[in-house]
């Protein structure tokens, strides 16, 4: 009696289990494109604006390619980049948000947030060009009201 109860107390557990996996594999079959790729590439764009804030090039530069490393160097960053969020301030931390995806040549695809700034009133466009392949950065562009007036 007891070896009895003790396999149907495993069965349930296997049934559970294997019922919370097709649970998760039901979401994850049912995630748009833009989804699956959010799953990678908002941890990223978080980091860099976060970064950005930080002035920590470093970690700005982690999910960075090669050649974007070599166009944006920590020289470059301080005196091109930085000056920027003089203007507009601080990004205010998981305000983002996921515009529109667009797929590239060379298996590139440019990803467009709005997102907050501290002492911009409008919304201030974020476009990362990312390779789908190695996931590294290889674009950063930032636009708002007050950057084009500057130029």
């Given at each position: 009696?007891?070896?009895?109860?003790?396999?149907?107390?495993?069965?349930s557990?296997?049934?559970?289990?294997?019922?919370?996996?097709?649970?998760?594999?039901?979401e994850?079959?049912?995630?748009?494109?833009?989804?699956?790729?959010?799953?990678?590439?908002?941890?990223?764009?978080?980091?860099?604006?976060?970064s950005?804030?930080?002035?920590?090039?470093?970690?700005?530069?982690?999910?960075?390619?090669?050649?974007?490393?070599?166009?944006?160097?920590?020289?470059?960053?301080?005196?091109?980049?930085l000056?920027?969020?003089?203007?507009?301030?601080?990004?205010?931390?998981?305000?983002?948000?996921?515009?529109?995806?667009?797929?590239?040549e060379?298996?590139?695809?440019k990803?467009?947030?709005?997102?907050?700034?501290?002492?911009?009133?409008?919304?201030v466009?974020?476009?990362?060009?990312?390779?789908k392949?190695?996931?590294?950065?290889?674009?950063l562009?930032?636009?708002?009201?007050?950057?084009?007036?500057?130029?």
């Amino acid at each position: 009696m007891k070896n009895i109860i003790i396999v149907l107390i495993i069965l349930s557990f296997t049934f559970l289990i294997s019922c919370n996996n097709d649970n998760e594999n039901k979401e994850n079959s049912a995630k748009t494109p833009e989804q699956s790729i959010q799953d990678w590439t908002d941890p990223k764009v978080e980091n860099i604006l976060i970064s950005m804030n930080k002035e920590d090039y470093d970690s700005f530069s982690k999910d960075l390619s090669d050649n974007m490393k070599n166009q944006l160097n920590k020289e470059l960053f301080n005196e091109q980049l930085l000056p920027i969020f003089d203007l507009i301030g601080e990004y205010i931390k998981d305000t983002k948000k996921l515009l529109t995806t667009e797929a590239l040549e060379k298996d590139n695809m440019k990803l467009i947030y709005s997102a907050d700034y501290s002492n911009e009133s409008k919304e201030v466009i974020i476009t990362m060009v990312f390779n789908k392949n190695s996931k590294d950065v290889e674009g950063l562009f930032i636009s708002s009201e007050k950057i084009q007036k500057m130029k």
